[in-house]
Every structure is written in structure tokens, then in C-alpha cells.
């Protein structure tokens, strides 16, 4: 057989050979392919760092930037589980959400933190390598 197609890794790569061509705009800022696939690796490899393992999922609750297109691709790329959900939901919807999805790990944008329900996480330091993704990881202690 042979290797796994692996969607993240076609993206990235096959875009990386243009370095300068823009893969977001946002607010006067541009994130480049080439960017975008360091920063997808680095939070691929912090996802991994913390111990989540093959087709484990991780929950998403970010804003829309760029940053959740790192952290979603560089998921995928670790052959993690992508969980995106909607920011607007209530803290039992995330609850709800959190328990039905069977998420071990939770990223969440700042300005959310505030939505999510905290009996079954614990906070952690953040790594590095995902501190310019988002301000917290929440590995899931169950």
C-alpha cells in the first residue's frame, strides 16, 4: 500500500514552492503560503508536544484569522481530528460539545475563553510553539 494522502500536507506543500503568494488577508496583514505552512508545522508539532496522538480530536474554538487556518491544517497534518465550532454558542453548547466530541484537547482564541465551561479541563501552560496561535490549551482530563 502505498503512503496515506494526507489533505494538510497537499496544500501546504504544493503552495509552499510560491513563497510570496498570499494565502490570507486580513486587516492590512498578509499570511503567505510559506508562512502558513510554518505555522501549521509549529502548531502540528505543539499538538503533538502535548501528547495527542493519531485521529485523537481536538476542539477549535477560534475567531476567524489566520490562525485557526494554522492550527486546523497543522491538526490535520499531525493526523489529529480537527473540531471547529461556532463562537457564538452557549457555555452549554460547549459542554455539550466538548463531552459529545470526545475532544482530549480544546484551543480557544482569547476573547472566548470566557464562553467555555471549565469542569472538565484543567488549564496548562501553554506551549510555545501554539502561544501565537491562541492563549490557551486545554489538554482534556477525563
Not at 509552499?16 to 505552512?37: I, N
Not at 469542569?119 to 502561544?131: P, Y
Request: hydrophobic share 50%; net charge positive; charged share 20%.
Amino acid at each position: 500500500m502505498g503512503e496515506a494522502y494526507n489533505a494538510a500536507v497537499d496544500l501546504l506543500e504544493r503552495n509552499r514552492s510560491h513563497p510570496g503568494k498570499p494565502a490570507f488577508r486580513q486587516d492590512g496583514r498578509v499570511v503567505t503560503y510559506e508562512a502558513l505552512c510554518e505555522r501549521a508545522n509549529r502548531a502540528g508539532n505543539a499538538l503533538v508536544g502535548l501528547g495527542m496522538q493519531m485521529e485523537q480530536r481536538v476542539l477549535l474554538c477560534m475567531l476567524d484569522t489566520p490562525d485557526f487556518a494554522a492550527v486546523f491544517w497543522g491538526a490535520l497534518k499531525a493526523g489529529l481530528v480537527p473540531v471547529p465550532v461556532n463562537t457564538l454558542l452557549t457555555t452549554a453548547d460547549y459542554d455539550y460539545l466538548l463531552r459529545d466530541s470526545r475532544a482530549r484537547a480544546l484551543i480557544v482564541s482569547a476573547p472566548l475563553l470566557w464562553l467555555l465551561p471549565w469542569t472538565v479541563f484543567c488549564l496548562v501552560t501553554v506551549s510555545k510553539a501554539l502561544s501565537t496561535f491562541a492563549s490557551y490549551v486545554m489538554p482534556r482530563f477525563v
